[in-house]
């Protein structure tokens, strides 16, 4: 996986992240953004999880964008509970968008726990994305967002044994859910999704590519 070390701003800002394009594929290359779980936990865009997606997405010919929201590494500014890190998802789209070899009309957004919450409390700052694709996301996020009447295709994925996003409750939280809309369920995952990261992975890089067209 060829990786690039990049900076972007947002609200002034100076974020760091980490751009990753599959060796050896030409053409404008399709992109997958995704935003890391809890800073205060200790979070951040090297977090198993993150990076699992970021490999599984590599390896079907997927761009990805990680990146560390504001106040986490060496980002600047202050942790600001999901708030600020909405405008910072909506700069790493910036650049997804406008980014030299990736192709700015196949763009998807994927959050792992804190981060897929960050993407349902700022989805009109994700009009550029194409599909949404949520691990772990907390309940109480689900509802709050207007993620139901979202029109794109959509994945809801957690761990069997998951007590912050239960399966249970995840599942009734998307009832009323706008088609199209996946659920899935990770067997013997916990939150942390510790010795399932691969699966988490190749679930979310499976979904983008059907999604953004990437046959194979």
């Known amino acids: 996986m060829r990786q690039t070390a990049i900076g972007f701003r947002s609200q002034g800002l100076s974020l760091e992240g980490v751009l990753t394009s599959p060796q050896g594929i030409g ?34 010919g997927l761009a990805t964008l990680r990146f560390n929201f504001r106040g986490v590494g060496d980002s600047e500014g202050e942790f600001s509970n999901g708030r600020g890190e909405q405008r910072d998802l909506e700069a790493a789209l910036k650049v997804a968008r406008r980014w030299p070899g990736l192709d700015g009309k196949r763009v998807a957004v994927a959050g792992y726990s804190f981060g897929a919450s960050v993407v349902l409390g700022g989805l009109r700052r994700c009009g550029v994305a194409r599909c949404l694709a949520f691990v772990a996301p907390p309940i109480a996020a689900v509802r709050d967002s207007r993620i139901a009447s979202d029109k794109r295709p959509k994945l ?61």
Do not use: K, W
């Open 156 to 216: 809801f994925a957690t761990g069997q044994n998951d007590r912050i996003s239960p399966p249970v409750g995840l599942q009734s939280a998307l009832d009323d859910m706008r088609q199209p809309a996946r659920y899935a369920e990770i067997a013997g995952a916990a939150h942390n999704m510790l010795g399932s990261e691969a699966d988490v992975g190749e679930l979310v890089a499976a979904f983008v590519a059907e999604e953004l067209g990437i046959s194979g």
């Open 27 to 60: 053409g404008e290359l399709p992109t997958l953004v995704v935003c890391h779980p809890h800073p205060v936990l200790g979070g951040d865009m090297e977090n198993a999880v993150v990076t699992a997606i970021c490999r599984a997405a590599d390896s079907r």
